[in-house]
């Protein structure tokens, strides 16, 4: 009986892609991150999304990692000061303006206007390229920015993050 009803779980979670934006898809050393912190960030498809919580999970160790190390990222900010964004304008007939366009999507699909989403989305994106940056550049050296030696390294430990970091991490969505 409790194997029958282990495999209709299994079955019945398996089926449902629906999350709520408050469900927790991940922890990252104790840190829940929920639907809506990836959703903030990234847009994407159902099934695509134990990719994108994979990726985010990845940033996210990398960030906590900076904070730890407490890096300076002053000088990888770039934007990080309060401002008021506003959305771009609509692209000449014929084109496309893929920024707009994504402001538009997200903040529809998270139920905010362009501008409450802007006002969240940047500032969040750009500090956590700033801590991504700074412990790139303090793991590897500030060898140039587009130095294929830094571009390998780097790429090699993103790659293997999720089993450098195992018994940090839980992914809860597709794994």
């Known amino acids: 009986m409790k194997k029958i009803l282990l495999i209709l779980l299994l079955v019945l979670s398996a089926c449902s892609?629906?999350?709520?934006?408050?469900d927790v898809v991940a922890e990252v050393y104790g840190k829940e991150i929920t639907l809506r912190d990836v959703q903030l960030l990234h847009e994407y498809d159902d099934e695509d999304l134990p990719q994108v919580v994979k990726t985010y999970v990845k940033q996210e160790i990398i960030i906590q990692e900076a904070k730890k190390l407490n890096l300076d990222i002053s000088d990888y900010e770039g934007g990080m000061n309060p401002r008021t964004y506003e959305l771009p304008p609509p692209a000449p007939e014929g084109h496309i303006n893929p920024i707009r366009d994504f402001i538009l999507r997200q903040s529809e699909k998270l139920s905010m206007t362009p501008e409450e989403y802007m006002e969240v989305y940047y500032p969040t994106r750009n500090e956590r390229h700033a801590y991504f940056a700074a412990y790139l550049d303090e793991k590897f050296g500030t060898l140039?920015?587009?130095?294929?030696?830094?571009?390998?390294?780097?790429?090699?430990?993103?790659?293997?993050?999720?089993?450098?970091y195992e018994d940090d991490v839980e992914i809860y969505v597709g794994w």
């Not at 130095?147 to 090699?156: P, W």
């Open 17 to 22: 892609s629906t999350y709520a934006e408050d």
């Open 144 to 164: 140039e920015t587009e130095s294929l030696e830094k571009h390998e390294k780097t790429n090699a430990f993103y790659k293997n993050l999720l089993t450098l």
